[in-house]
C-alpha cells in the first residue's frame, strides 16, 4: 500500500487527516489521544462543577485553541493565561473571556490587550501585587479612555509573584481604587508553590487566608462588582483549594475560580503521581484523570548490546521534571498496530535530537522500530511543537492540532 504521507507539511510531525502513526507519519511526533483528552475534559468539569466553583483551565499548558474550544464547550467559564501575547492568540481563535494569572507589565503588552479590549465582548482580568504596576496601568488606560478589570495577586514568602502579607493586600486594593481607570475585581493566589511535609496544611492555611482577606475587601466595599471573583488552583493541588473554597462557603459570597491546566493532557510523571495523591485523598473519585500526551519516536540506532539511540531529544520532549518513559514498542509500517511493552526499558539521557535507551532482557528492538513515550510535565512538551496529531483508538489521524506559544 502507498504512503499517505503528507509531503507538503513543514512543520515537524504534521500528517494528513486518515494516516496511521505505524505507517504514514513523519516522527517523532506529538500524539494525543482522543479518548483520553474527553475523558479529562469531562472529569475536571464535573469535579469542578459539583465543588461549586468555575473552572478556567490554564492554557498556557498546550496554548492549542482546538482545547480551549472544547473545555469552554464542556462548560468551562473562561481560558486561564500568562501573557498578554497568549492572550491576544486566545482572543484570535474565539476565546471572549480570558483571566491573565500574571501582571500585565509594560507598555507594548499594555497596548495589546487594549487593542482587544475595544471589543466590548472581551472580558479581561490581569493580575497586580505592587504599587507601581498600579499606578502603571492607571496611567496607561487612563489615557486610552479604557476601565481594566484587575485582581490582587496574594502570594506567601519564597514563593513567586504577589503580595506577601495581608496588610499589603489592603493597601494596594486602596491604591488601585484611587486609580479611576482600574477596576478591582477579586484575588487570586497560586498555591502551588507551597512544598515539603507540610505542604497539605500549608496549603489549607493558605486557601483560609485568601477567603479571609476576599471577605475583609468584600466588607469594606473594595471591590468594584457585586460578585468578586475568588481564584487559586494548579494541577496538583486543585482538591485542596476546591475543598477549602467549599468549607469557608466561598462561592456564596464570591465567584470562586479553579485553573488547573495540565489536566486536559495528564502526563506519566509529576502529575501521573499528584493525582494518585488526589484519589488518596478523596475516596469518593472512583477514578482520575488518563495520560493523553505522547511522543512517538523511531529507533535510530543500535550501537552496543543494551542499548538503543532514539531519535528523540531535549528539542521534542519535556526533561526537566523526569526523563521521557517507553511505554510501548511498534512494528513501523505494520498492521494492524500491535503495542508491545517495553516499560522494562529506561531513558537514561537526553540530548538535543537524542535519547539514550536501556533495553531490558527479552526486549527485542531493530533500527525503524517505533517507541510510544510518556512525558513528564506536560507544559513543556506542548511548547516544544507547532502541531499535534489528534488520533483515535485505532491510531489514526482525527487532526492536525496546532499550538501558538
Known amino acids: 500500500m502507498p504512503l499517505t504521507l503528507n509531503t507538503t507539511a513543514v512543520e515537524k510531525g504534521a500528517a494528513q487527516t486518515g494516516a496511521h502513526l505505524v505507517r504514514d507519519v513523519s516522527l517523532p511526533a506529538l500524539v494525543l489521544h482522543r479518548e483520553a483528552l474527553e475523558h479529562n475534559i469531562r472529569w475536571m468539569q464535573a469535579f469542578v462543577s459539583d465543588s461549586g466553583a468555575e473552572l478556567a483551565p490554564h492554557g498556557k499548558t498546550s496554548m492549542i485553541p482546538a482545547l480551549f474550544r472544547r473545555q469552554l464547550d464542556a462548560g468551562a467559564w473562561g481560558i486561564t493565561l500568562a501573557t498578554a501575547v497568549q492572550s491576544r492568540a486566545a482572543y484570535a481563535h474565539g476565546v471572549r473571556r480570558v483571566l491573565m494569572a500574571n501582571q500585565l507589565v509594560g507598555a507594548p503588552n499594555m497596548a495589546l490587550i487594549a487593542g482587544l479590549l475595544a471589543d466590548p465582548s472581551f472580558d479581561f482580568y490581569c493580575m497586580v501585587d505592587h504599587p507601581d504596576n498600579v499606578a502603571d496601568l492607571g496611567a496607561f488606560f487612563g489615557a486610552c479612555g479604557m476601565r481594566l478589570n484587575v485582581m490582587i495577586e496574594y502570594g506567601v514568602v519564597g514563593g513567586r509573584c504577589g503580595c506577601r502579607s495581608e496588610a499589603e493586600v489592603v493597601a494596594l486594593a486602596a491604591a488601585i481604587n484611587a486609580q479611576p481607570a482600574l477596576a478591582l475585581c ?55 483549594i476546591a475543598e477549602s ?60 548490546p543494551g542499548l538503543a539511540v532514539i531519535a528523540l531529544g531535549k528539542r521534542d520532549v519535556a526533561y526537566d521534571a523526569g526523563l521521557p518513559v517507553p511505554l510501548l514498542r511498534y512494528k513501523a509500517g505494520v498492521l494492524p498496530a500491535v503495542g508491545e511493552d517495553v516499560g522494562a526499558c529506561k531513558v537514561t539521557a537526553v540530548m538535543d535530537q537524542h535519547a539514550f535507551m536501556t533495553v531490558a532482557p527479552g526486549v527485542q528492538l531493530r533500527v525503524g522500530d517505533i517507541i510510544a513515550f510518556g512525558a513528564s510535565h506536560p507544559c513543556l512538551t506542548f511548547d516544544k511543537w507547532r502541531v499535534g496529531l489528534l488520533v483515535d483508538e485505532q491510531l489514526q489521524v482525527i487532526e492536525n492540532m496546532d499550538s501558538f506559544f
Open 186 to 240: 477579586g484575588i487570586e493566589g497560586y498555591e502551588g508553590v507551597i512544598h515539603g511535609d507540610q505542604a497539605v496544611s500549608g496549603i489549607r492555611e493558605f486557601a483560609a487566608s485568601l477567603v479571609r482577606l476576599a471577605v475583609q475587601l468584600q466588607d469594606s466595599r473594595a471591590f468594584a462588582i457585586d460578585r468578586p471573583i475568588i481564584t487559586a488552583s494548579g494541577s496538583a493541588w486543585y482538591d485542596l
Open 245 to 304: 473554597f467549599e468549607a469557608q462557603n466561598a462561592a456564596g459570597r464570591f465567584l470562586s475560580v479553579l485553573r488547573p491546566g495540565s489536566y486536559v493532557a495528564h502526563d506519566h510523571g509529576i502529575y501521573k503521581e499528584a493525582q494518585c495523591c488526589v484519589l488518596d485523598r478523596r475516596s469518593d473519585l472512583h477514578e482520575g484523570l488518563r495520560p493523553a500526551l505522547e511522543v512517538w519516536a523511531h529507533v535510530q540506532s543500535l550501537p552496543e
